[in-house]
């Protein structure tokens, strides 16, 4: 069970970094938001993005150890985008909201694993 | 030669790749295949067919079944190349013995009661390649060094078309997250770009090595030079075990295996799983007993053993004890160790091997995408390559894609069908297995080569999704198991096979549907065309992919 959490703690965060950044860039916050960023949100994008792909390491790191952990990371990093990928030409909006609520959950499960630990 | 260095690099790309495009679809398909091939092997071998042992079973006394083993083997092969014997355990609570009179001889095993003795014949199970027909076929294409050879050639091939790939990607981070559906060549060449950029830390790796694995193989020479070709010696030099012993052609009884076990259960602290003799009945023989090794701690580390011990097996003198988690041989040995565990998952349990499941099918409609693309490009404006020969060499080109990337998913779920209905009691079933697998495979080259192509591609893609929608029909029909009878008994090995093929079948339907589309469009589509806004894009694409 404790696995299962983690596992998708990690999916959804890279899955939400890879948003993050696919929001910084000007085609694609322009397929999603229908304007060009502004340069503060370019920047914040990218920084929540890396960060958000960063974290990701975490879960992983927890249910398997850091050495395995991070052969996990890169398995999920392109699970991730290429979930982004093909879903964003579908529904552009949904995929991005799908990012976002990935934050939220992603968090939440982590919450779950540490204080069920 | 082109003019630049990404021209020729295109060029490299484009034409090195196109004639291994279907050997490496093949040993990525079936490789990624290979990553369930426990969960396949159980289907095949038929779970409802082998009597599951019942909960109040005592645990069996494992030192009692290594004297029983040992009486059935000294009576029925005294003198043998290999004996072995697998322990019961809770899971499976015969005691399995095996063994092999020489190197030119059959395999023989049985399985024993633990207890009494008695002899249940050979194993109950459906006799089955499983499994491992796709891991075979992934390496070798079954036909042993040949095949390790091509398939070694290949691999190199895929290095160097995902470096040249990279070097003609010229919009390789603006392009990241890009695809762009519904827009012909430029879809296909976004998909084929997405799907390799997106799992390229994955693809180096696993084509490496696999080439890494084989070392031995692709180059032997300093272990020839140094070792006269004695690989055996070679190998038990840098794991740091006790050389092979040679046979001395004199006769000398084995040791009690049971006092053996005892010795090495109590100098590891772990219960023994696997027993193995080699030269039993020689003065040479020696034996080597595994342990079982502890399910969270194999999941979170890629090397080390599960500790064994190594004994003369006539006089029961310990040779060698390696304990659980010591990794031994120096530092080349050790990465090559990681190496091979990170090209056979042997870590981190089901989660890992799905993730090697997507990536490795990833790389799979990479090579689909791009040879694929090939043509798309081709069809739209044919570029004279092979001056007078262009449209017989177009038209192979198009069997073989059909044949090389729906044909094998056809024969590989045919596969699935053949090992339920070839019957039981067949002599080298195995073999007609796999002749029947490659017949199959055959004839989807003949029917892509007599069918227009678009019809090739419908009619082999709707034979796939029919044989993954039905497998669980024709289980039940043939062995009166099915998936949620899987499920109910908690056997979520042959369940999963059976919901992942019907998967599969969906997906097929889908691709099916997307090229039936496609070829009813494209006539009104080229009568529509010219002067329209694709005509950019496509200046666009020729530009980037030329």
């Known amino acids: 069970m404790q696995i299962m959490l983690n596992v998708f703690a990690a999916l959804l965060l890279c899955y939400a970094g890879m948003t993050s950044l696919c929001l910084a860039m000007d085609r694609h916050h322009n397929q999603v938001l229908k304007r060009a960023p502004v340069a503060a949100a370019r920047k914040g994008f990218r920084w929540a993005g890396w960060l958000l792909l960063a974290l990701a390491v975490v879960p992983c790191a927890w249910a398997w150890g850091l050495s395995i952990g991070v052969i996990a990371w890169f398995g999920f990093l392109s699970a991730g985008a290429l979930a982004l990928v093909f879903l964003l030409p579908y529904g552009p909006r949904f995929a991005a909201m799908l990012g976002a609520g990935g934050v939220a959950a992603s968090l939440l499960l982590m919450l779950i694993v540490k204080v069920s630990a | ?546």
């Open chain 2, 1 to 546: 030669m082109k003019n630049t260095f990404r021209q020729s690099m295109s060029w490299l790309h484009t034409w090195g790749s196109l004639w291994f495009a279907w050997i490496l679809f093949a040993v990525f398909f079936t490789g990624t295949l290979g990553v369930f091939d426990d969960a396949i092997s159980h289907w095949m071998r038929d779970p409802l067919a082998v009597t599951a042992a019942s909960d109040d079973t005592p645990p069996p006394d494992r030192l009692q079944a290594a004297k029983i083993g040992q009486a059935f083997l000294e009576k029925n092969a005294p003198k043998a190349e290999f004996w072995s014997m697998g322990l019961p355990n809770e899971d499976n609570t015969k005691l399995r013995v095996f063994w092999r009179d020489n190197p030119q001889a059959e395999f023989q095993n049985r399985e024993l009661d633990p207890v009494t003795g008695e002899d249940a014949g050979p194993s109950k199970e459906r006799k089955t390649e499983g499994g491992h027909h796709f891991v075979h076929m992934h390496f070798e294409f079954h036909a042993g060094d040949a095949g390790i050879w091509l398939v070694g050639v290949a691999a190199m091939v895929m290095l160097v078309a995902l470096v040249s790939g990279i070097v003609v990607h010229k919009k390789i981070f603006v392009d990241f997250f890009t695809f762009r559906p519904g827009k012909g060549q430029r879809s296909w060449l976004d998909s084929h770009n997405a799907l390799s950029v997106l799992t390229l830390p994955f693809q180096f790796m696993i084509v490496y090595t696999g080439v890494v694995a084989f070392a031995s193989i692709y180059m032997p020479s300093a272990a020839m030079v140094r070792y006269n070709g004695d690989l055996d010696h070679f190998f038990a030099d840098i794991q740091e075990r006790p050389a092979p012993r040679q046979v001395k052609h004199v006769d000398a009884p084995v040791a009690p295996l049971d006092g053996l076990v005892t010795a090495a259960e109590g100098r590891i602290g772990r219960e023994a799983r696997f027993i193995s003799v080699s030269h039993p009945g020689d003065a040479s023989a020696s034996a080597r007993i595994f342990m079982r090794g502890d399910e969270a701690e194999m999941a979170s580390r890629l090397r080390g053993s599960n500790g064994s011990v190594q004994f003369d097996a006539v006089s029961g003198e310990i040779l060698d004890a390696e304990m659980p988690g010591e990794i031994r041989g120096a530092g080349a040995f050790s990465t090559f160790q990681s190496m091979r565990a990170l090209h056979f998952v042997t870590f981190g349990g089901y989660t890992i091997k799905w993730l090697y499941f997507i990536c490795g099918m990833a790389g799979a409609a990479m090579l689909a995408t791009g040879s694929i693309l090939f043509m798309v490009k081709r069809r739209k404006k044919p570029a004279g390559e092979f001056g007078a020969s262009t449209a017989r060499v177009y038209r192979v080109v198009d069997a073989l894609n059909v044949a090389g990337i729906a044909g094998l998913m056809l024969a590989s779920v045919g596969y699935f069908w053949i090992n339920r209905l070839v019957p039981a009691a067949l002599p080298e079933r195995e073999g007609w297995e796999i002749g029947l697998f490659f017949a199959l495979w055959f004839l989807t080259l003949v029917h892509a080569s007599l069918r227009p192509t678009m019809r090739g591609w419908i009619e082999q893609l709707i034979g796939t999704a029919f044989l993954c929608l039905a497998l669980p029909l024709i289980n039940v029909l043939t062995t009166g198991d099915n998936f949620i009878a899987a499920l109910a008994r908690g056997d979520g090995e042959s369940a999963g096979v059976e919901l992942t093929a019907m998967a599969s079948g969906l997906l097929c339907i889908v691709a099916a549907r997307f090229v039936h589309r496609k070829s009813v469009q494209a006539p009104q589509a080229a009568k529509a065309k010219a002067g329209k806004p694709d005509a950019a894009v496509d200046a666009d694409v020729e530009a980037e992919a030329a």
